[in-house]
Structure formats: structure tokens, C-alpha cells
């Protein structure tokens, strides 16, 4: 039942040359149900390198469990920023991290999110398998269900 269900979500974002990349496991606690990796070919967002990657897989991640019906996801990431961004701790002074914030907010109305830090590369398996899709994203290798819908979401959300 997906009303008792808090999902676990373990993002990341990479960069190189020019090519943000995008990745994570969502899990229910026991299994991983989707692994996902994508590219993001944009040049304002890649004036933030890997944080706009980073950013980009959270929004995914929540944008998934709420359309799969889930009421409650933790994030689980290794840049602080996401939280705090999300949280209002830091002022969102670029467009991305407006556009995060706001998407965050609005998801937040219909779901339960948390932010959970963990430390980058210190043998967290999903974490470091997080951070391999998002690597994998570089190569062009894209897997994400739903993913056409996300992008329009992201698209034409409103926000100021």
C-alpha cells in the first residue's frame, strides 16, 4: 500500500564538457524499484556543473513518487545546498535553484519530502550507484520512466 510507504531516493548530478547528467535509485526500503540516468544538454544550466545534475534528480525523484501515488519520499544526497534550498536556509538566487525550490514547495502540498545528508563517496552503495547513473547520463545513456512528462512539468511550471 503506498499510503504506508516512504520512499528512499538516492540522487546525484555529474558534469563534463558541457553535459549535465542526472541520477538515482528510488527504493521502497527493501527493493529498488526504478533506476534512472539522464542527459541535460543546457548552457545556464551548466553554468552550475554537477549541482544543476543534483538538482535536476531530486526534482525527478519526488516528480516519480508523486506520480506513481506515493505520499512520502526522503532524499537522500551528498550537496547540502538540496536541503537547504528546499528548506529556505539558502536564499534561491539563481533561476535553477528558484525553479527547485518552488517545485519543491508545490510537490510538498501533496507529499511528505525529506532531506537526508550523506557523505560522498564513503562506501554508501546506493549513493555511490547514484553517483555511477549520474556518470552514466554523461555518455548519453538515458533510462527514466515518465521522464517526457517530467520535462514538461519542468517546462512550463510557474513559479517567481
Not at 519530502?113 to 556518470?135: M, Q, S, T, Y
Request: charged share 25%; hydrophobic share 40%.
Amino acid at each position: 500500500m503506498k499510503d504506508n510507504v516512504c520512499l528512499k531516493a538516492y540522487t546525484d548530478g555529474s558534469f563534463k564538457d558541457g553535459v549535465i547528467g542526472a541520477g538515482g535509485i528510488i527504493s521502497d526500503g527493501r527493493t529498488v524499484i526504478v533506476e534512472f540516468s539522464f542527459p541535460l544538454y543546457s548552457e545556464p544550466l551548466a553554468q552550475h556543473r554537477n549541482v544543476s545534475g543534483e538538482i535536476y534528480a531530486v526534482m525527478y525523484s519526488i516528480f516519480w513518487a508523486w506520480k506513481n501515488g506515493y505520499k512520502c519520499i526522503k532524499i537522500f544526497h551528498d550537496y547540502s545546498g538540496l536541503a537547504h534550498w528546499a528548506n529556505g536556509e539558502w536564499k534561491a538566487n539563481t533561476e535553477v535553484t528558484r525553479l527547485y525550490k518552488a517545485f519543491v514547495e508545490h510537490l510538498k502540498k501533496a507529499m511528505k519530502i525529506e532531506f537526508v545528508k550523506v557523505e560522498a563517496h564513503r562506501g554508501n552503495a546506493l549513493n555511490n550507484l547514484a553517483d555511477k547513473l549520474a556518470k552514466m547520463a554523461l555518455e548519453e545513456k538515458k533510462e527514466a520512466p515518465l521522464f517526457e512528462e517530467f520535462e514538461d512539468l519542468v517546462e512550463n511550471f510557474q513559479y517567481s
